[in-house]
């Protein structure tokens, strides 16, 4: 069972334009909500994260829009650049045992065209 | 900057044979995770260390993997006998604690089983 669901799961953006990447969860006991890069060779690198207290979180070019009720979150990248290409998860994750563990979808693998 | 290291790089072996990698997490960071990640796939917990004791293994399959922190520093995590279906990346991550810290992954080892 996928409890995370990711889609794209490739997207082509042209220089300048808007990334949007779309995630949605099944477990209403989620209640932190990452979103992780990830370059070629490399690891994930935490990129954004929001509560489900806030709609709305941004970060220099990078937002998050969420929706509690419809269980859907998504990520928007303004004024997408080449250095942006990579592949983006979505994650959600609750408290078990003090511990964070996220539950991530399958990756949407950007491709910013100069 | 501090990073997660991790070896090898790359691995190739044979089914049936046994393979180990290694993990050195950021210092000071008394939590440490070990994810597999499948190609086209988000990554998926594995084990995680609390210093040197084991948090959550449930999803590691025990009868062919193990791991382990000794002195909950750096942590070894070892595969007998390895089978095709190991083909992965196996992600090792850092935080300075449990919840809710960001996890610093590192570069990973690429696992070839032929």
């Known amino acids: 069972q996928q409890q995370v669901k990711q889609s794209p799961q490739s997207l082509i953006v042209q220089k300048g334009g808007i990334s949007i990447i779309n995630c949605a969860y099944e477990?209403?006991?989620?209640?932190?909500f990452p979103w992780y890069q990830q370059f070629p060779g490399k690891g994930p690198a935490l990129l954004i994260a929001i509560r489900p207290d806030v709609s709305e979180k941004k970060e220099g070019r990078f937002t998050i829009s969420f929706n509690k009720s419809a269980k859907q979150f998504s990520l928007h990248i303004m004024d997408s650049q080449p250095g942006d290409s990579a592949t983006y998860f979505c994650a959600a994750s609750m408290g078990l045992g003090g511990s964070y563990i996220p539950t991530f979808g399958r990756g949407t693998s950007l491709i910013v065209h100069p | 900057e501090a990073e997660v290291a991790q070896s090898p790089r790359y691995k190739i072996t044979e089914k049936s044979q046994a393979v180990a990698f290694w993990c050195d997490p950021i210092s000071g960071h008394a939590t440490l995770y070990w994810y597999r990640q499948i190609l086209g796939q988000g990554p998926e917990l594995l084990v995680q260390?609390?210093?040197?004791?084991?948090?959550?293994d449930s999803q590691l399959p025990k009868d062919r993997f193990s791991a382990e922190r000794l002195k909950g520093v750096d942590s070894t995590l070892k595969i007998q006998p390895a089978e095709l279906g190991d083909s992965a990346m196996y992600l090792c991550?850092?935080?300075?604690?449990?919840?809710?810290?960001?996890?610093?992954f590192g570069p990973g080892t690429r696992l070839t089983v032929t």
């Open positions: 991550a850092s935080s300075l604690d449990r919840a809710p810290y960001e996890q610093y």
């Open positions: 260390f609390q210093d040197e004791s084991v948090v959550d």
């Open positions: 477990n209403t006991a989620f209640d932190y």
